[in-house]
């Protein structure tokens, strides 16, 4: 089998990476993924916020595209008629030793052009009734959505196969690379591209091209939770804490049901 450009991973970024080559007028496109359906590691598998750019350093690329892609997220959804739901977040502090780290917190973003202010305690009891905070302060994220991250990645499915110009290959394993063929469990694959998608697989990927080798990948796992309760309906969007600095992704979400 041969292809113009191979994609390993049919995650969200391996899909949107084949939408935006089919947009600029790419044939030939295959992508390669491991198990049977889309969507059943970090893709299809999380909270489905989208971010504005709160948490990362001043002026760093994952600040810059953080917002940008939540906009251009929000756009897709709306044009999909796919769930998006504009709920926004606010983040406490659990104790009174997080109070620095939320007023840190709270330049970052300002710095990032997100849409943030500090809200009292008072106004936090409007936003979300049953959240509480330390030091009588909160941040408040207007612009924070919600959207299906199952019902992102199929219709982007759909609408890559639907052009006949994208191969998913699904339970297809990528092994190894012998110049310009990929070896996977479906047999040999030529190309003229390979563009890594693997996620959490990636390492493992690029060191088949002998790349990377210095790195590995460190998966991490988000915890977050749904309220489910007689007053479910009292919380109106997301609740997090202020981010402990020693594990700032270690993040709890609170949910309406």
């Known amino acids: 089998m041969h292809t113009n450009i191979l994609i390993c991973g049919a995650g969200i970024i391996g899909l949107t990476l084949a939408r935006e080559l089919r947009t600029r007028g790419v044939e030939g496109i295959t992508l390669l993924e491991a198990e049977p359906e889309i969507g059943l590691h970090s893709s299809g598998r999380n909270s489905g916020v989208l971010h504005s750019g709160i948490y990362y350093a001043p002026e760093s690329i994952r600040a810059k595209t953080c917002g940008e892609g939540a906009r251009l997220m929000a756009e897709y959804c709306k044009d999909k008629r796919l769930p998006y739901d504009k709920n926004g977040k606010v983040i406490v502090a659990r104790q009174e030793r997080d109070v620095p780290a939320m007023e840190a917190l709270f330049s970052k973003a300002?710095?990032?052009?997100?849409?943030?202010?500090?809200?009292?305690?008072?106004?936090?009891?409007?936003?979300?009734?049953?959240?509480?905070?330390?030091?009588?302060?909160?941040?408040?994220?207007?612009?924070?959505?919600?959207?299906?991250?199952?019902?992102?990645?199929?219709?982007?499915?759909?609408?890559?196969?639907?052009?006949?110009?994208?191969?998913?290959?699904?339970?297809?394993?990528?092994?190894?690379?012998?110049?310009?063929?990929?070896?996977?469990?479906?047999?040999?694959?030529?190309?003229?591209?390979?563009?890594?998608?693997?996620?959490?697989?990636?390492?493992?990927?690029?060191?088949?091209?002998?790349?990377?080798?210095?790195?590995?990948?460190?998966?991490?796992?988000?915890?977050?939770?749904?309220?489910?309760?007689?007053?479910?309906?009292?919380?109106?969007?997301?609740?997090?804490?202020?981010?402990?600095?020693?594990?700032?992704?270690?993040?709890?979400?609170?949910?309406?049901?």
């Not at 297809?172 to 591209?193: C, D, L, N, Q, Y």
């Not at 988000?222 to 489910?228: C, L, N, R, S």
């Open 110 to 257: 300002v710095a990032n052009g997100a849409v943030v202010r500090i809200i009292d305690e008072k106004e936090l009891a409007e936003i979300e009734p049953l959240a509480r905070t330390a030091g009588g302060r909160a941040i408040y994220s207007p612009n924070t959505a919600v959207v299906d991250p199952k019902a992102v990645l199929r219709t982007l499915t759909t609408e890559l196969t639907g052009t006949g110009k994208v191969n998913i290959l699904m339970s297809t394993r990528f092994e190894r690379v012998e110049r310009m063929t990929a070896h996977t469990s479906r047999g040999p694959i030529s190309f003229k591209f390979f563009i890594n998608a693997a996620g959490p697989n990636s390492d493992t990927v690029a060191h088949a091209f002998n790349l990377g080798r210095e790195y590995a990948l460190i998966p991490f796992k988000g915890i977050y939770h749904q309220f489910v309760s007689e007053n479910a309906a009292k919380v109106r969007g997301n609740i997090y804490p202020v981010p402990d600095c020693v594990t700032p992704f270690w993040v709890c979400i609170l949910h309406a049901a």
